[in-house]
Structures are given as structure tokens and as C-alpha cells.
Nanobody, 128 residues
Framework: QVQVAESGGDLVQTGGSLNLSCTVS????????MGWFRQAPGKEREGISC??????YYADSVEGRFTISRDNAKNTLYLQMNTLTPDDTATYYC???????????????????????WGQGTQVTVSL
């Protein structure tokens, strides 16, 4: 059984930083595309950064501020978020593809409605 669990969300001031973590169990970690998505109130869920064997992908909204990484030995995915603004306020979700060596990285990040394993989400709030 695959389990996905995020942590690290918090309340921070504009310009601050946070590091989110996502632990995954039940699969061979380094053979799956995975990534971070976020959903703000009243908005659709969006893919912001994903990673697989081909490298990382970043949405324009976070390019240069966020860094995705993963520790295969710890089965953990990270998202280092710097220079946060109130526009980054959202619930952040970790997701893992359902298939080993499955869809490409951009397809995975651009289609959050497709089938995948999801975590429960962690709240990030950025104050003025």
C-alpha cells in the first residue's frame, strides 16, 4: 500500500522561507515521477514543481525561488521555498505517479486531475 505524507507547512512573513517534506512508502522511490502541487481557496490545483529521472521541472510562478529535490535513501521529496509572497499561500500537496517510469514530467505536472497517489496536504500561509 502506497502512503504519501507531507509536512513542513507553516505561517511565515513575506520574504521568508520554508522547506516542505514528503515521505513516500510502498514503492521503489526513484523510479516514479513525483511532485508538488498547490491549491489556494477558490482556485484550481496547480502543479508547481515535479521531478523524475530526467530532472526537475518548475512552473514559471516558482522558477528561481523554489527548489525541488529528493533523497532516494530516505524515500523523501523536498521543496525548498524562498522569497515567499502572499500569492504562495495555499495548501501544498505531494503527489506520486501510479506507474513506475510512467508519464513524462511535464505531463505529470500539468495534469493534476489524472490518477496518482496524493498526500493529505500541508498549509502554507504567507503574511504581509
Amino acid at each position: 500500500q502506497v502512503q504519501v505524507a507531507e509536512s513542513g507547512g507553516d505561517l511565515v512573513q513575506t520574504g521568508g522561507s520554508l522547506n516542505l517534506s514528503c515521505t513516500v512508502s510502498g514503492l521503489i522511490f526513484n523510479t516514479y515521477t513525483m511532485g508538488w502541487f498547490r491549491q489556494a481557496p477558490g482556485k484550481e490545483r496547480e502543479g508547481i514543481s515535479c521531478i523524475n529521472w530526467s530532472g526537475p521541472y518548475y512552473a514559471d510562478s516558482v522558477e528561481g525561488r523554489f527548489t525541488i529535490s529528493r533523497d532516494n535513501a530516505k524515500n523523501t521529496l523536498y521543496l525548498q521555498m524562498n522569497t515567499l509572497t502572499p500569492d504562495d499561500t495555499a495548501t501544498y500537496y505531494c503527489a506520486v505517479d501510479r506507474q513506475s517510469y510512467g508519464v513524462g514530467i511535464e505531463a505529470f505536472c500539468h495534469n493534476p486531475s489524472s490518477s496518482r497517489y496524493w498526500g493529505q496536504g500541508t498549509q502554507v500561509t504567507v503574511s504581509l
